[in-house]
């Protein structure tokens, strides 16, 4: 296994970044996760897009297109396979122990694992803990990611793949990993990105290919949805069969299994929409 690691392919096992990255030490960084189809990525320049948003965010260089481009083209024909993970972080660099940034300029890597497909439904939890719609960090895809970890942690004892949000008014938001869509009187909802929600690329290209609307929900809309749906760069869009204790039988549903196949078509059809 190879990846790419600010400039080149190097083995996995000598492969080396500082212990003082402040990726490690203070979670400065970004990352995007890019589905990779027989050794091609899908969706990579609104990937590449979302990535420099949230290096202006975080206050990050922003990212060398081309390098990218090169690095994830490298990895990929280095490690054939025929689903893969491909993903990009970004980091501050080498800094001090302290929250200020130092002067080495960013490290970049390029990893790619092997997946398998989703099945076509999940079992869902809600959780106690709030995302803050208002915070520094509300919609930058950034490696801070310990909240999602203690929470897809409590899903995972629960029997379910993923754990759901709402934010700090009680609104619907958005998974550890995913955006979440209900079908309401055969019409699809998804919360809008004041919501505190990823401005997820998968979730996007349902927007547009299914019509379904960005809505205002009470998190309280999973206890009555007719059908709930996940989107992510690795599930596409996948039925829910189970929110906390309530059983959604016959997942995925007429609207759900509609736009799975939809989404599959058209992301079939063209590989960087």
């Known amino acids: 296994m190879k990846i790419w ?33 027989d050794g091609r990525p899908f969706a990579l320049t609104r990937h590449l897009d979302r990535l420099t948003r949230s290096a202006r965010g975080l206050g990050l260089p922003d990212p060398d297109h081309d390098e990218v481009r090169r690095a994830c083209a490298a990895v990929l024909e280095a490690n054939p396979m025929p689903l893969g993970r491909l993903r990009i972080t970004c980091t501050g660099g ?36 709030t995302r803050n719609e208002r915070g520094a960090l509300t919609g930058l895809k950034t490696t801070s990611y310990a909240e999602n970890v203690v929470a ?12 759901l949000f709402g934010n700090t008014v009680g609104r619907l938001c958005e998974g550890t990993g995913s955006n979440v869509f209900v079908v309401l009187d055969g019409e699809i909802h998804t919360p809008p990105l004041a919501s505190g929600c990823l401005a997820g690329i998968t979730r996007a290209l349902a927007i547009e290919w299914t019509g379904a609307r960005e809505t205002d929900l009470p ?19 996948q039925a829910v069969h189970r929110v906390d204790d309530r059983e959604l039988p016959g997942a995925p549903g007429p609207v759900t299994a509609k736009a799975m196949r939809i989404f599959e078509e058209r992301s079939g059809d063209d590989l960087d929409p």
């Open 94 to 129: 080498h800094g001090p122990l302290g929250s200020d940034r130092g002067e080495h300029g960013p490290t970049l890597v390029v990893a790619l694992g092997e997946t398998t497909r989703r099945a076509d439904s999940t079992a869902v939890i809600t959780v106690p803990w």
């Open 5 to 37: 690691l600010d400039g080149g392919l190097q083995d996995i096992e000598s492969a080396r970044v500082s212990v003082f990255d402040h990726g490690l030490t203070v979670g400065d960084g970004i990352f995007e996760t890019v589905k990779a189809v």
């Open 152 to 163: 897809l942690a409590r899903a995972r004892e629960q029997g379910a793949s993923e754990a």
């Open 219 to 237: 998190l309280d809309v999973l206890e009555r949805a007719d059908e709930v749906f996940l989107t992510s760069t690795l599930r596409d869009v």
